[in-house]
């Protein structure tokens, strides 16, 4: 939920730091200053982007692993392989659990290597 706000705040104060450099003329006089003013927006979209992966991949835990990777389709109901009925992809549910759960994989290890 943190990283949530963060990113909305960061997003927020960005977009209306380059609105007001712009509005008051400051960004012909001083060009590197929007430069200063999209950096907010920058890590407030990357925050947003992680938090909607890591959404993503818990979602796809709750179904056992077992979602379409293109359309997020629950494929517990269907067959063990065969096509998704959301959007066409072929699938086998070994494939797509390993799939989803190098993900899962992945995501942990970019949390313990965080600073």
Sequence with gaps: ????????????????????????????????????????????????????????VRRAAAADHLRCPDCLYDFRTLDAAGACSECGRAYEHAAVRAQWLDAQRRLKGAKEHAP
């Design 1 to 56: 939920m943190r990283l949530e706000l963060s990113g909305h705040a960061m997003l927020c104060c960005g977009l209306i730091a380059i609105w007001l450099l712009g509005r008051h003329g400051v960004v012909p006089l001083f060009a590197p200053a929007w430069i200063f003013a999209l950096f907010p927006v920058i890590v407030g979209w990357a925050f947003l982007c992680q938090r909607r992966v890591r959404r993503t």
